[in-house]
């Protein structure tokens, strides 16, 4: 079946250092991928998306590019700031639409 | 996009009792989902609600335990039956449209506690 694996947390970061969070997926066919952010407190929110090889999503300066040949959807940010402080979850549909979740990296950013 | 809401934001329950949380979205999808959150966890998948017809659960999860309604395409409800402290966790609706990109909008929450 299909399956997410990103990299365990807790990342801590300096504010407006680089940020990368490693994602690899298992699945057949060809998935649409996820990143999905829970600040503390609330509730997910989609933060960026790609449905095909070499796509790239970006939003609020974070990007991920969907590589086919290496089965990855690795999130990055240049500098973060402190308010970029949450829980990052990988995802991936299937042709049903059901979402299979990664374990959720925690990413705290001090001052 | 779309717009979901849920009710209630959160609940204190008893052992042994049941809770019915609703979900509401401000426009028609063509499906809904029902998602559990353990505490410090992931999310997992409880069953895809059918508009007009038996939900479809995943492993591990059971009708008796957690019954799902959809009527119609904007609406579904999930109830927690025969409560335990195991089932403390947030619950997480979520709809999509489908399409090339299926995306999925997620709604708030309930975050229940069971003493």
């Known amino acids: 079946g299909n399956s997410v694996t990103q990299m365990e947390g807790p990342v801590t970061l300096s504010e407006e250092a680089f940020l990368t969070i490693n994602c690899t997926y298992t699945a057949t066919g060809y998935p649409s991928l996820f990143w999905y952010v829970q600040y503390p407190g609330e509730g997910l929110q989609l933060l960026l998306k790609a449905t095909k090889a070499d796509d790239k999503g970006s939003n609020k300066g974070f990007e991920a590019t969907y590589r086919k040949e290496t089965t990855s959807f690795h999130l990055e940010k240049g500098s973060v700031q402190v308010s970029d402080s949450a829980v990052y979850f990988c995802?991936?549909?299937?042709?049903?639409?059901?979402?299979?979740f990664g374990a959720g990296t925690q990413v705290v950013v001090t001052p | 996009s779309a717009v979901i809401s849920q009710k209630p934001s959160r609940d204190i329950c008893q052992r042994g009792t049941s809770l019915t949380i609703q979900c509401q979205v401000d426009s028609q999808v063509t499906m809904m989902f029902w998602y559990r959150q353990q505490p410090g966890q992931s999310l997992t998948l409880i069953a895809t609600?059918?508009?007009?017809?038996?939900?479809?659960?995943e492993s591990g999860f059971v009708i008796d335990k957690f019954p799902i309604s959809r009527p119609n395409l904007t609406f579904s409800t999930l109830t927690v039956s025969n409560m335990s402290p195991e089932d403390s966790s947030i619950y997480l609706c979520s709809a999509t449209r489908g399409g090339t990109y299926n995306e999925q909008f997620f709604g708030p929450g309930t975050r229940l506690t069971v003493l």
């Open positions: 995802a991936l549909t299937d042709s049903w639409g059901k979402l299979q």
């Open positions: 609600a059918n508009q007009g017809s038996e939900a479809t659960y």
